[in-house]
Structures are given as structure tokens and as C-alpha cells.
């Protein structure tokens, strides 16, 4: 009998062998049920798996923290494994994780991320470069969900440019890849950055600006006895003293300006600029 065959006749092996292997596999949420698997009523995602088989995730198997629902999760990816009983301490024959006739396989969530967690803390290194999800995010934060491990990517670390709140910076899981950059292991806390993989536009700031030409720009702060800060490029600000015709009402951050470039210091990364021109209906 070929593969295709067994599988064909018996839908679950494929699970069946992967539950011997601890096998972790990847899939969308793509609906969320209400049952009582132990006479408890409990919402269940619901992730479609192969051979036309539906797998289950009770509440308390998809993640450690309780949510208020799991509606949120739709259409999200996670990572999962069939569920090992054995590890809850209950009897294989006595707790169906398999319903050959409903065609239910019973998936653990939190199981998956106990192995995945484990793989993370034995290879992870500083330096290395990794792939995770946006699980969360404070105004100066966001967590990466790497293998498991709740990572933390501080705001500054996000990207060159100025980002004022890592709140709905970008939606949760999506997928972002970061370099680590500190291993704290006794306290099981990772610091990430996306920002190292990117391109310093410091390095070519002279190819792309020139002293005494003219650029367009968009304030992006007013300092008291500083100045006002312009952004000519993602990543690139420029120092401008208050002009001596400042309008006198109007928000003047995220309007655009012209600017004439005075010097550039591309060592201690610094530009000065004198505002040419304001939007007339600031005015």
C-alpha cells in the first residue's frame, strides 16, 4: 500500500505520526467554536488541517495567559502541535485526542511554544537574525514573538526614523525579522532591533544632500531655545534656528517647509538649516 493510500484510508495517521514526533507544524486560525470538553464550556480555535480534518484548540491549550476571547486571533497564524495528554498527566485511552468519526484531531498551542521555547534558549546568540510576529506593544515598545519567546523591540530600535509611539505601528502578526542584540538568560529577556538591519542613511548623507541647496521637508518638533527639527528623509532631520518671520498661530508640526542646507556634520550626525519658506496657510 503506497503512502497516499494509507493516508486515504486512515486520514489521521499523518497526526498521528506527528504526535509520536512532537512534530510542531504551522496554521490559521480560521474560526473560533464554543465547547465543553470536560463538561466546561470554553471557546476552542479552530485551525483547518490536512486530508479534510479539523483541528481543536481548547482555551486553556492556546496560550498560558487567559483573553477575554480568542475571536481576536482569526485569521492569524500560529504555530501548534497534536495534543500529548501524557504531558497533562492524563491516560491516552481514557482522553480522545483523536475522533475518527467527526474527524477531530485536539491541538495544543501552548505545547508547541514549550518546544519552541526550549529550541529558542539552547541555539539563540547574540547577533543572530531571526523571524518572528508583533504579539503586543506599549507606547515605547513592541514584542516580537520569536520561537516562543516574548521579544522586546524598544521603539529607537524600530528604525532610523523618528517613530513617536510603537502603538499601531503595525498590525499584530506581522511578521518581522530583527537582529538580537542582548541575552539576558537568568531573566529570560531578549532585546531585539530591526533598525541594525537596515541601511544608515547617515552613510550616504553628503551623496544625497549638499550645503547651500535647497530640500523640502516636514517639521517634526519645536524645542524651545533649540530650534525647530525638519525631516528632509526617513531618518534624516535637520536643525533649523527660528526663522525671524515665524508665524504666530497654526500647529506647525507635520507641515512642509523648504529648507537651505547650512553644514553638514555627517560624523556627529548633525544638520543645520535655515527655514526658506512656510506653507501660507500657517500663516
Not at 205 to 212: L, M, Y
Not at 221 to 230: K, P
Request: glycine content about 8%; some cysteine.
Amino acid at each position: 500500500m503506497t503512502t497516499f493510500q494509507a493516508l486515504s484510508s486512515n486520514p489521521m495517521q499523518e497526526y498521528r505520526t506527528s504526535l509520536r514526533r512532537k512534530q510542531i507544524h504551522q496554521g490559521t486560525v480560521s474560526g473560533i467554536e464554543v465547547h465543553k470538553p470536560h463538561g466546561k464550556k470554553m471557546e476552542c480555535a479552530l485551525v483547518r488541517l490536512n486530508n479534510g480534518l479539523k483541528g481543536l484548540i481548547f482555551e486553556d491549550q492556546f496560550d498560558k495567559h487567559t483573553f477575554r476571547s480568542l475571536v481576536g486571533f482569526i485569521d492569524h497564524r500560529i504555530d501548534f502541535m497534536v495534543l500529548d495528554v501524557q504531558k497533562m498527566g492524563l491516560d491516552p485511552k481514557e482522553y480522545q485526542v483523536f475522533d475518527e468519526e467527526k474527524g477531530i484531531v485536539l491541538l495544543s498551542r501552548v505545547q508547541a511554544i514549550e518546544e519552541l521555547q526550549e529550541e529558542f534558549w539552547e541555539t539563540a546568540e547574540e547577533g543572530h537574525v531571526v523571524t518572528g510576529t508583533v504579539s503586543g506593544w506599549e507606547d515605547s515598545r513592541l514584542y516580537i514573538l520569536v520561537k516562543g519567546v516574548s521579544c522586546v523591540l524598544a521603539i529607537q530600535d524600530y528604525e532610523y526614523d523618528w517613530t513617536p509611539s510603537a502603538k499601531n505601528l503595525v498590525p499584530l502578526g506581522t511578521s518581522l525579522t530583527v537582529k538580537i542584540i542582548e541575552i539576558d538568560r537568568e531573566n529570560q529577556q531578549v532585546k531585539v532591533s530591526r533598525k541594525e538591519l537596515l541601511e544608515d542613511p547617515w552613510n550616504r548623507v553628503r551623496e544625497n544632500f549638499g550645503v547651500d541647496n535647497f530640500y523640502a521637508g516636514e517639521i517634526t518638533g519645536v524645542v524651545e531655545n533649540v530650534g525647530i527639527f525638519v525631516k528632509i528623509a526617513p531618518g534624516i532631520e535637520v536643525l533649523s534656528w527660528f526663522p525671524k518671520r515665524l508665524p504666530s498661530h497654526g500647529q506647525l508640526i507635520g507641515k512642509h517647509v523648504s529648507v537651505k542646507i547650512k553644514s553638514i556634520d555627517a560624523e556627529r550626525r548633525r544638520i543645520k538649516a535655515r527655514i526658506c519658506k512656510f506653507p501660507h496657510e500657517i500663516y
